[in-house]
């Protein structure tokens, strides 16, 4: 079956700019996370959606970072007014439920630069 | 919320045997203790989970003590493919967010 999607793979923007990164999830899992991860480092949670809902948007590191999820399926992360710390790779993941015992399915990334 | 302390890195031989101990002290009764596995320019996969004791599948198995404020993942037989980072997670059905954190991984080497 498919895996968690997301598009684009690979994104160079100038400074500046807002980007929109998508993530398409298994069919049928409740929960979907976005995370972050610049070179070389681990994982850095940013948000997690429950069906349409995010109940934590903790890890959003600015108000330049906003998501949505629509239809308990597809989410979009959208980073306004881009800036060259952005830089990462933004790593999608869902699971049947939120929480430690569910397993999450991660989907390739899309690779950030910001020139 | 489960803070967890793994090495940073560890380097191993083909054919040997990588044990990687994550500490989680804080663990709590409901928490499940979880591995995944991330190769250079994909996302994580889920290796293996369990809550007590000992878990095995194809891959690895997992050694939880009776305490449960450690857990060791072990590899048996690596291969070069193995080389990855190798991250811990402890939390319960309700942890989510930022109450289920990654951490930095231990990165692993293995070598011919």
């Known amino acids: 079956g498919a895996g968690v999607s997301q598009s684009p793979s690979n994104k160079v923007t100038e400074k500046g700019k807002d980007v929109e990164l998508r993530c398409d999830p298994i069919s049928g899992h409740t929960a979907l996370y976005w995370y972050r991860q610049r070179l070389g480092q681990g994982l850095e949670f940013l948000i997690y959606?429950?069906?349409?809902?995010?109940?934590?948007k903790s890890g959003l590191p600015s108000d330049r970072f906003s998501a949505e999820r629509t239809g308990e399926s597809v989410s979009t992360l959208t980073i306004q007014r881009t800036q060259q710390e952005d830089s990462a790779v933004y790593l999608c993941?869902?699971?049947?439920?939120?929480?430690?015992?569910?397993?999450?399915?991660f989907g390739p990334g899309t690779r950030l630069t910001v020139t | 919320l489960a803070k967890t302390t793994q090495p940073i890195s560890m380097d191993s031989y083909e054919g040997q045997e990588v044990n990687i101990t994550c500490s989680h002290n804080?663990?709590?009764?409901?928490?499940?203790i979880t591995w995944y596995q991330q190769f250079p320019s994909q996302g994580p996969r889920f290796i293996i989970q369990g809550y007590k004791t000992k878990v095995t599948n194809e891959v690895a198995s997992l050694f939880i003590p009776a305490d449960r404020k450690s857990s060791t993942l072990s590899l048996p037989r690596v291969s070069l493919s193995d080389t990855a980072v190798y991250y811990c997670?402890?939390?319960?059905?309700?942890?989510?967010?930022?109450?289920?954190?990654f951490g930095g991984g231990t990165r692993v080497l293995v070598k011919p």
């Open positions: 993941a869902s699971s049947l439920g939120a929480g430690g015992a569910y397993e999450q399915y």
């Open positions: 997670l402890v939390g319960d059905e309700r942890a989510a967010g930022n109450k289920l954190t």
């Open positions: 959606f429950q069906g349409n809902s995010a109940p934590d």
């Open positions: 804080n663990i709590a009764t409901n928490d499940y």
